[in-house]
Every structure is written in structure tokens, then in C-alpha cells.
């Protein structure tokens, strides 16, 4: 038989062996369920930046490709002058002053030019394809440089082109006596234009490059266009 001390010595041993393993188990079981339970760490939100919107580059506003005829007849397309410098004004035939006085400006600046204008295409586009047929297109550019191609079309052509070019244009109708001072065709419609005043500078690529505002004396314009020559040579 065991003697006494030594039975109640093994219960002692196996109670402290027994609370040992409940003491680990339950340590481990609470790290474990801390772990499972842990509450979730919040992220902030991801701040996106907005995306800025970047203004179209300046010789994409004006410009591209057209169709059009000239004042003989001829079907014009802007890459014709692929390789030149070109430049473009929108106007009328009866328009009374504005038109021929940008058209004279140019003018004074090709002569100015002398042999330099020989890189530079004059293009006068009318706003007024009803009335400016190729045949008085043709007689009205010969009053300017003996350059400048006059080019009409129908009127969704013009339209097209005008769009392309930002240009401004409306009819506004004249009274009878205000008519009487317009020549033009028989029949004609009691109307006279509104439009944009300005030359457009294209370069040897056919991108926008310039504006030339209305009433720009032709010295200004030679003295800013031997500028774009020189750069492009």
C-alpha cells in the first residue's frame, strides 16, 4: 500500500500539473479569440486628386481641314498649301469697309515682304456664298495682291469652315434706301453681313500660329511675319 504522504504528494503533483495545462489552454484560447474579435483598424479614405482638365492647346481652337472653290473654279483644299504659311481672312464682297481695308493691310505687308511673300498664301474666304460666286470673287481679289485666292462653296461648306475658324457671322436686314448703296447682283436679298474681323496665321503645317486684329497697319504685319519666316527657316 502507498503510504500516505506520498498518495497525497502525487494528488498535489497532478493538481499542479492539471492547473498548468487549464492555465495554458485558457491563455491560449483568449489569444486566440482576441485575436478572431480584434476590432477591424479603420483605414482612412483614399483622397483621390481631381483630375484637371487642361485647356485645348492654342493651335488646336483654330483651324482643320476644308473644301472649298476658288475664283476660278478650281477645288481648294487646305493642304494645297501644305509647306507655305497661310493667311486667312473671312469677309464679303459688298462689306463696305472692314474687308477691303484688312485686305489692302495684307496687300501692303506681301509687297513689304518682296520676295519673302513668296512663303506666305493670302486666302480671303467670303462669309456670303449666296452672292460671292466664284465670278465676283474673281473680280473683287484682283483690286488686292495679285496672290490672294478667293474661295466660296454652298453654304454648309461655309459653315463648316467658319466653325472650324470660330468665325462670327449673321445677316442684317437694311432698309430699302440702306440697300440702294450696296451693289451686287439683281435680285439680291435686302441683307448686309455681320462677321469676325480677324487674319488667322496658319503655319507650314496648318496650325493656328496667330491673330492679326482688325486695322493692323501692313508694316505691323510684315515686321511680326518676318519673325515666323526667320523661326521656320
Known sequence: ???????????????????????????????????????PVTKPPETKTPETKMPPALDALFGGPFELTDHAGKIRRDSDWNGQ?????????????ICPTTLQDITDALDILGEDAQEIQPIFITIDPRRDTKEVL?????????GLVGLTGTEQQISKVAKIYRVQRHKILLSEEDHSAHTGQAGDVNYDAAHSTLTYLMGRDGKFL????????G????????GYLAGSS
Open 85 to 97: 504659311f497661310k493667311m486667312i481672312f473671312f469677309g464679303y464682297t459688298n462689306c463696305p469697309a
Open 219 to 226: 508694316e505691323v504685319m510684315a515686321e511680326r511675319l518676318r
Open 210 to 217: 496667330t491673330l492679326f486684329p482688325y486695322d493692323t497697319r
Open 1 to 39: 500500500m502507498m503510504p500516505k504522504a506520498c498518495f497525497v504528494g502525487l494528488i498535489l503533483g497532478l493538481g499542479i500539473t492539471i492547473n498548468s495545462v487549464l492555465a495554458a489552454e485558457t491563455t491560449i484560447t483568449h489569444e486566440s479569440h482576441t485575436t478572431k474579435h480584434k476590432p
Open 138 to 146: 474673281a473680280d473683287y481679289v484682283s483690286s488686292f495682291y495679285p
